[in-house]
């Protein structure tokens, strides 16, 4: 006959055995988790776990963790884990959730289109627009109808003049609450607005000069830095 304690003993080992088992599968879960943190037409980057370097994945190629790239813009990727698709922005994970805090400072890695130029998709106040990376840019600049879009009194900034390749051009100087790329967010930002139009949001100094920019290839990797 087995005493009580002796059940008492199993039980208690039965449960350790299965909150191990839980934490495994958990552990395994995070391990496997990807984190996309730069985007191009047929191209992402991803993190795979809380601490993996960026690897740079295109179109149709499988991950180490079985999951499979199905589709990649310069606004989100489509992939394929244990069957079922999910899409996927920059800084979120197949989890659901932002980055992992583990996985060190906010950062997005950027990939170089054909013409060697870095457009990626991010936002001002909110708004969505394309931004194009442009370290000759002092401030972060946009046309007037992107201003108009975003909703800025760019009218109650300060007048100035800016000299450009095809001549002078009235701009107004004003500041940005926040601007977004992947997982990088600022705020009070400089920026000038230009009455005419321009073909996209140039991402200039005054976002760029509070990170960090490391450039390796057709890769650009943006770190935050405070």
Do not use: C
């Not at 009455?195 to 943006?222: C, H, I, K, Y």
């Amino acid at each position: 006959m087995i005493s009580a304690t002796r059940l008492e003993f199993r039980s208690v080992l039965r449960a350790l055995l299965l909150t191990l088992l839980l934490a495994s599968s958990w552990t395994l879960a995070q391990d496997d988790e990807i984190t996309v943190v730069g985007l191009s037409e047929g191209r992402a980057v991803v993190l795979i776990g809380n601490n993996a370097k960026p690897k740079v994945v295109r179109e149709g190629e499988t991950l180490s963790n079985g999951a499979r790239l199905i589709k990649a813009t310069p606004e989100s990727a489509i992939v394929e884990i244990n069957g079922k698709r999910q899409t996927l922005i920059l800084g979120t994970n197949n989890l659901g959730g932002r980055a992992s805090g583990n996985s060190g400072a906010s950062r997005v890695t950027l990939i170089a289109d054909s013409r060697g130029h870095f457009v990626t998709t991010g936002s001002i106040n909110g708004a969505t627009v394309q931004f194009l990376v442009d370290t000759g840019a002092t401030m972060v600049s946009m046309g007037v109808g992107d201003a108009r879009r975003i909703g800025l009194n760019y009218l109650a900034g300060e007048r100035g003049i800016s000299r450009t390749a095809n001549g002078t051009a009235r701009v107004y100087r004003v500041k940005l609450d926040s601007v977004k790329v992947g997982d990088i967010s600022l705020t009070n930002v400089d920026a000038l607005v230009h009455e005419a139009d321009l073909p996209w949001v140039l991402l200039g100094m005054s976002f760029l000069n509070r990170l960090e920019m490391m450039r390796q290839g057709d890769d650009l990797t943006l770190v935050k830095r405070y």
